[in-house]
């Protein structure tokens, strides 16, 4: 591994002065386990590297409007069961606890999990061609062994899908992310912070330089809401999804009054399925409409050479989880 | 131009630190450079080389260490990042009372075969059976033992001796039990 220096930050301010106080690559560091396996790799060069984990920012707490406010540096374990989780947003609980194993997520912290770089096998491969890695040098995904990669927001650029599944469930339920920088404190949203590959792949995210994320805030639970995560993969545990779904639905006498789905595995960013959202709402909670919707949110599905049976995968998990997630609504 | 009001700066350490950490009880001082992973740190430095490298990427588990009590990949730790920390290797299992009731039950369940992924499925399984978080079914252990593989293939006697250990183990939930 190279080497590099490294510094402790106390603070939210010591942190952002300490990445910007010379022109030296920095990364930050919290679960360190995308970047510890990306700089022994070579893929990720940091000169210096800040730690963030004195940081106060490993709190949950339920806010006045209702909305959940989660610390940047909570674990993925320690979210995935919290009991404001488990109660309110039972999703978000069930795609962290689908990802990764019980060490990852015992280091991995929430913001950390959004800044979670592709798997693509290219990407982490320094002898193969790959514009995310090295703007301008090419795809070796398209026209590759690209059985993982997107199908969804892709480019001639870039193929490569966003591993995370507890963003899947954020980009369902709706989500707000706090900035904070040199230049102050701003908030984005949720769906608005990932980029889509386009010509700039090594572009992956609205942060600006030496800004960092301190708190994710869940919009309010859908009242009513039933929901379920459904991760398809090669095997049962620890292994990234094939296809993913992410789904929250309140039905009322028969009716869906309100849906959201979002998709993993299959896209390049969480994937918010929004015209199939729309599809849905209105409309009674049966197969029919269900069917309708997955044929909506994959209308614009880019099979390659050999991921086309992510189509029909991911078809079938999204009836299946907004089957699963109707009968949960009918008897909440 | 910086826009904030900066009260103190953080000093960075360029070539080597000094880290004070408590592995198996005992305070330890370790000299090192920043990029130094708290396995090489263990095994190379500390000569505790129960502690396993298998892929050294957080993909095998043969690694895992607890920190503060909890299950960790320790090639993905960063030494320097665990000042003031209490780490426990599988060299800190055993008491002087004897085996860990888990090191026990993996003995009598012959849950091994050329051992390497051993240190690493005990600390996962010791961790694992300590926190009331997790499931007491064979389903939920299997779960919660995904990160740790055998190349050998000794799931059956893996889970097993976990759930023997179980029984063994006072302050582990028993099965059926739920939380």
Redesign the interface.
Known sequence: ??????????NV??A???C??NNAEASY?AG??TL??L???DVMRPE????L?RLPLKEVERLDDGRLRIGALVSN?DLA?HPLVTEHYPLLSQAL?AG?????R??ATTAGNIMQRTRCPYFRDVAAACNKRDPGSGCDALGGINRMHALLGTSEHCIATHPSDMCVAMAALGATLTLEG???IREIAFGDFHRLPMDRPDLEHELEPNELITHITLDTPVVGGGSHYLKLRDR???EFALASAAVVVAVEDGVIRDARLALGGVATKPWQAMEAEQALTGQPAKTESFEKAAEIALADALPREHNAFKVPLARQAILRALEKATQAAMNS | M?????????????TE?TVTLTVNGEPRQLRI???V?LLDALRDRLGLTGTKKGC???QC?AC?VHIDG????S????A??C?GREVTTIEGLASDAGLHPVQQAFLENDAYQCGFCTPGQMM?AS??LEDE?IGTDDAAV???????ICRCGAYKNILAAIQTARGQMPTARKEGEVS
């Open positions: 591994m190279r080497s590099f220096a490294f510094s402790a930050a106390e301010d010591q952002i002065i300490a910007e106080s560091i360190g386990t510890i396996d700089v022994k790799l210096r590297v800040i730690d984990n374990t069961h606890l990764a194993s019980t060490q990852l015992n280091m040199p230049n102050g049962a545990s620890y | 910086n826009m904030k009001e900066y009260s103190t700066q953080t000093k960075a350490v360029e630190t450079p920043p990029n992973v050294d990427h957080g588990g895992t909890q299950a960790i990949n090639c993905l730790t960063l320097v990042m000042e996962s961790a694992m978080r299997r779960e919660a033992m995904s990160g740790n």
